[in-house]
């Protein structure tokens, strides 16, 4: 077999390759794009090209290690995002609270399974890693991907929105999983939410539980005993614990919903349902 042919069937197994790991991506909001920066972090994953990178399994790539060669100390692959974080000069789409937008994506190999929409915030720890945490679900489908090509569909940017007014504050979150091919496939978009704020809205609700409580030991000065000593002393405690009880419980609701992690901790859905 002549050296050119040899060639030839390399660059057509080269190829096939790249099809073969080539599945899919949210096109639009304008996903975040693999940067210079980004290759030098990544460790070996410098060997494969940035566009396999944007569209790659996360199972595939994770699977590109070198001792010699290790990662920066704050890349982390597992992020929610691909490893990338917010980089001035990043495209940015605008998306006004309370309105619908667009969101397309392209299937290069279906793999059926299912699809989430969620706004994420970044999350530093000590050492300067950075997670992407769930903040807000705008909506799933599922059966997703049972065909390749283009696809699209409509979601609401919620009106209640906070903390995501500037680049970097907010991403959007195309997170695609399968559990037939066992292969998850996120895209993030860099995204702001105009009049949101800059800082995040987890306790509004804490006052407002505790306005009960303050009248009620105010007034019963004379009988330490007694809410209200004058007529009826014990219609009075009846209904003392009612407003006690139900404070702690409310807010320790809000409280738990705002640390749900999102798909950027999982490997698999841990809820699902169809689109509303």
Known sequence: MSSTTIVSLAATAALLFAGVEGHGQMTFPTNRQMSEKFHKDSGALINIGLNELQIAPIEGLSQHKQVDFP????????????????EKGSNVTTLPPGEDFDVKWTIQAPHPGF?????????????GVITYKSYKTLLNIEPFAENGGD???????PADVKGCEKPGNCVLQFYWHSDIA?????TCAEIIVPGSGAGT?????APAAETPEAPTPAT??????????TTAAPKAATPAPAPVTDAPASAATKGKSQEVAGEAESGKCSRRMRRN
């Open 71 to 86: 990662p920066s100390p704050t890349f982390n692959l597992l992020n929610g995002c691909r490893g990338t974080v917010y």
């Open 115 to 127: 699809m989430k929409l969620s706004i994420l915030k970044p999350s530093k720890d000590s050492k």
């Open 151 to 157: 696809g699209s569909t409509t979601a609401k940017m």
């Open 182 to 186: 066992k292969q998850t496939y996120p």
């Open 201 to 205: 809205s987890t306790t509004p609700s």
């Open 220 to 229: 019963p000065a004379p009988k330490p005993t007694t809410p209200k000593p």
